[in-house]
């Protein structure tokens, strides 16, 4: 089901860029790789990738759709936890400020996200998944290399909602009461590369 979602959302994709004029789309993305050990036995890899389409109606307004996978493996001396997840996210975005090669945009996301977890302990695993469905606005700055390319950050949310399946919590937060401070929000971006065309 997770394959057959991926697949529908990246013709999606495709589809809207045959129909958007030249000089008003991109792609961009991030991808990430990660390793861990504490020393003390306890090793955490990790690896996510998160592809994106946007198109700009106007000058100001834009709308696309992102996806992204992700995996997740924790091993101690006696256990060892893997997960994936997968996500895709329709998104409005709103460019309120440029000046030279830097604007500044505010970009307001439908999330929905599926995950799988899959936990051994002394040979006896147990599987669990869920989903969530939430909305968020994040503030982001972008920087064009050129004509051509940019680069992107987003900050963390100052606005999330979300709902997990199967009876799991939800929750509302604002950027000052969702447990970040100024210093920990200002040094907690996400940088992606943007092919404009």
Avoid: C, H
Avoid at 92 to 116: D, T
Avoid at 157 to 162: T, V
């Amino acid at each position: 089901m997770k394959k057959t979602l991926l697949v529908f959302a990246l013709a999606a994709v495709a589809g809207v860029s045959v129909v958007a004029q030249q000089g008003s789309k991109w792609l961009g993305g991030s991808l990430t790789l990660g390793s861990t050990d504490n020393g003390s036995g306890t090793e955490t890899s990790s690896f996510s990738i998160a592809p994106s389409f946007g198109y700009y109606l106007n000058d100001a307004w834009a709308i696309g759709i992102g996806v992204g996978y992700s995996s997740n493996t924790t091993e101690t001396s006696n256990a060892e936890t893997k997960s994936t997840g997968l996500t895709v996210n329709p998104f409005v975005r709103y460019k309120g400020w440029e000046i030279g090669k830097f604007a500044i945009f505010g970009q307001a996301n439908l999330l929905y996200s599926s995950n799988e977890t899959e936990t051994t302990i002394g040979g006896v695993t147990v599987k669990a998944d869920g989903s969530t469905t939430g909305l968020n606005v994040v503030p982001g700055l972008s920087y064009n290399l050129n004509e051509s390319f940019a680069l992107e950050m987003t900050a963390p949310s100052i606005f999330n909602y979300y709902s997990n399946s199967d009876n799991g919590p939800s929750g509302m937060s604002f950027l000052f009461n969702s447990g970040y401070s100024i210093q920990s929000y200002l040094l907690n971006p996400t940088f992606s590369f943007v092919y404009k065309f």
